[in-house]
């Protein structure tokens, strides 16, 4: 399926005295990973909200899967999935509980099932009915990504996927992004790391200052650069990959 | 939209149950809410209890008025800390991005608050039985009194929804329920207010608690109610309408 999953035009918000998003535009294509880099207090979050329905924007227009956010929120809330930056799962329920809660919560038929396949899916199978509260950073993210499956939304937001996972769950994280985009999905993610988008996006838009200063392929924006020159620079390992070699994890490419 | 509406029902029965598991993993909820007002019961009427003049000789029907405001008071701080939690992770922003009425969010710790705080009462009630507590009350009296305890605990629910909703500490979440509890010991909830200095009587016999435990009494042990179950019933309705006037306008601001 081709066409646009999301269209920004001159999005605006402020809070109070702080103007955070001075129109913004962008485009999404469907299918496509699409990640929305920009550092801390950027105005990343808001965007994100204002696209799921949990803010409403000042001024600007958005659709998000052909639905204009301002008059048609609940087809849209039919149509995507959140996963925030902060881990959205409940911590005294089990893993298998958050997500049959979810799949209760869209009206789906068997909603064991649809845990069970899941867990297997994720590797929570071990994990299962021992509560989120005792769940690594890795194994909460994999839940939550899990629980935002869940129905099978055309669209995921991932806001800051990986921010305070450990370099081995981060790889993990991305793994599965990966998998999610090849089935189809398309994937609006946010983040810090320069590297995350590097790997993962098809398109990169930066966000600074409220607004988007650059937008488009890592090539395209390799570009913007001054021609690369030929420099001799003994190449050090990084402390990362260091990390993983040590521990004996090869970093999926 | 129709569809969402459709599934109201539905939804609210999936967040009661999340928030009624969250009750019975919870050891310190169970404690406080049910255990403690038994606790207090077994200390008024064997260790007080000989001591106090209450002009009664069955001093368990006197006092489990009292027994069952303090349980609620304690019960919903309860729900203004489940509150808490809910708004400071990202579930309630997974919930509300979700194709679901978005009031069931709320209105699910409502109908957890009602619930809860049902059984609890129930379970008092089966200790005081065994602790000699006796009623001449028919069904429409127990009725009522079910009523008068539903009504208060709405009223406290939608106090306890404000604090959950506007506080900036866990401990700010708990901290308002303080007073509730202590309110029914400066009420005739365990001793008649005709012993009280005379400052100390005026608040006593004017606060809500005193014209509830009055009331509830009254329709225990079947005798006329007269004006405190009015006086009950305006106090508890006043109480919840306005406290449901402001949580709603917390919950607007946090949405």
Known sequence: ?????IQVKGLQKSFKQLHVLKGVDLVVERGSIFALLGSNGAGKTTVVKILTTLLKPDGGTASVNGYDIASKPDRIRQSISLTGQFAAVDEI?????????????????????????????????EAADRRV????????????????????????FLDEPTTGLDPEARIEVWKTVKELAESGTTIFLTTQYLEEAEQLADRIAILHEGRI?????????????PSAKVEYVEKQPTLEEIFLAIIGKEEEK | MEAVKRHFFSDMGVMLGRSMRHIIRSMDTIITVTIMPIAFMLLFVYVFGGAIQAGTDNYVNYLLPGIFLIAIASG????????????QSGIFERFHSMPIARSTVLWGHVLTSLVSNG????VIILAALIMGFRSSAGVLSWLAVAGILVLFTLAL????????????????????????????FISSAFVPTGSMPSGVRIFAENQPVTSIVEAIRALLSSQPVGNDIWVALSWCVGIMLVAY???????????
């Open chain 2, 157 to 184: 629910t939608w106090i306890a929804a404000i604090a959950g909703l506007s506080a900036k500490s866990v401990d700010g979440a708990g901290a308002f329920s303080y007073p509730i509890v202590f309110l029914p």
């Open chain 1, 93 to 125: 329920l089990t893993g298998r509980e958050n997500l049959i809660m979810i799949a209760k919560l869209r009206h789906l038929k068997d909603p064991h099932q649809i845990a069970d396949d899941l867990l297997k899916r994720f590797g929570l199978i």
């Open chain 1, 1 to 5: 399926m081709t066409g646009t999953a």
């Open chain 2, 119 to 122: 059984i609890s009462i129930i």
């Open chain 2, 76 to 87: 919903i701080a309860y729900t203004a800390y489940r509150l808490f939690v809910d708004m």
């Open chain 1, 213 to 225: 200063i650059a937008n488009g392929t890592l090539a395209e924006l390799k570009k913007l650069l």
């Open chain 1, 133 to 156: 509260s005792a769940y690594s950073g890795g194994m909460r993210r994999r839940l939550d990504v899990a629980m935002s499956l869940i129905g099978e939304p055309q669209l995921i």
């Open chain 2, 245 to 255: 006037i402001f949580a709603m306008r917390a919950y607007r601001k946090r949405v």
